[in-house]
C-alpha cells in the first residue's frame, strides 16, 4: 500500500537549519510530483512548495521562498526539504503529500513536527 | 494572489443532518478547486478534486459543486465520523482556505 513516511524534525533555535525526509513507497515515485505542506499548531493548511517529478522544477510559498529548498532522489523514492534561517514562524507539523497530476494531493504522510524556539 | 474564505467557520449540526459548507474564491479559478477532510491528529484526506470529482473510496454522501469563484462542498447526511475539519484549495499556488469545522 502507499506509504510516505516524513522525518527529521525536532527541536532547532532560531536562525539554525534542518532537513526533513520523507520516504515513499506503494507508487512510482519518479513519476510523480510532490509537496510539502505545514501546520502551526492549531492552525490551517499552508502550502509550502513543489517538486516536479524528475526534479527540475520547484516552486515555493513567498513565506519560505530563498530559505527553504526541496529536493528528491528518485533513486531512493525520496523527498527532501532543507530549511535554513528558520524563525519561530516555522514552527509547524511538516507534511509530505503527492500531487494528483497537478488536481490537488492524493496522498499524504502523518507529518513530522518542527519546533523552532529558543 | 488568489484568496480562498470559507464559511461559516464553525457548523453545529446533528447526525443525519444535511452539511452545506462554502468556499468562495477572490477571483475566478474555474473548477481547479479540491476539499479535504481533517481529523483531529491526522493528515488531510482529499475528498473532491477539481470541483465535483470524487476522489477515490470516498463515499457518495460527499458532493462538491460550483465553478469560477463560488464553491460548495454537500455531505447528504452526516455521519458520526465526518465531524473534522474541512478545507478547500485551489491550483493557484495551492493555497487554501482557512477550513470549516463540522462539530456535532
Known amino acids: 500500500q502507499v506509504q510516505l513516511v516524513e522525518s527529521g524534525g525536532g527541536v532547532v533555535q532560531p536562525g539554525r537549519s534542518l532537513r526533513l525526509s520523507c520516504a515513499v513507497s506503494g507508487f512510482t515515485f519518479s513519476n510523480s510530483a510532490m509537496n510539502w505542506v505545514r501546520q502551526a499548531p492549531g492552525k490551517g493548511l499552508e502550502w509550502v512548495g513543489v517538486?516536479?517529478?524528475?526534479?527540475?522544477?520547484?516552486y515555493y510559498a513567498d513565506s519560505v521562498k530563498g530559505r527553504f529548498t526541496i529536493s528528491r532522489d528518485n533513486s531512493k523514492n525520496t523527498l527532501h526539504l532543507q530549511m535554513n534561517s528558520l524563525t519561530t514562524e516555522d514552527t509547524a507539523l511538516y507534511y509530505c503529500?503527492?500531487?494528483?497530476?497537478?488536481?490537488?494531493?492524493?496522498?499524504w504522510g502523518q507529518g513530522t513536527l518542527v519546533t523552532v524556539s529558543s | 494572489e488568489i484568496v480562498l474564505t470559507q464559511s461559516p467557520a464553525t457548523l453545529s449540526l446533528s447526525p443525519g443532518e444535511r452539511a452545506t459548507l462554502s468556499c468562495r474564491a477572490s477571483?475566478?479559478?474555474?473548477?481547479?478547486l479540491a476539499w479535504y477532510q481533517q481529523k483531529p491528529g491526522q493528515a488531510p484526506r482529499l475528498l473532491i478534486y477539481?470541483?465535483?470529482n470524487r476522489a477515490t473510496g470516498i463515499p457518495a454522501r460527499f458532493s462538491g459543486s460550483g465553478s469560477g469563484t463560488d464553491f460548495t462542498l454537500t455531505i447528504s447526511s452526516l455521519e458520526p465520523e465526518d465531524f473534522a475539519v474541512y478545507y478547500c484549495q485551489q491550483r493557484n499556488y495551492w493555497l487554501f482556505g482557512g477550513g470549516t469545522k463540522v462539530e456535532i
Open positions: 503529500a503527492r500531487d494528483l497530476g497537478g488536481y490537488a494531493f492524493d496522498y
Open positions: 477571483q475566478s479559478v474555474s473548477r481547479s
Open positions: 477539481d470541483a465535483s
Open positions: 517538486i516536479s517529478d524528475d526534479g527540475s522544477n520547484k
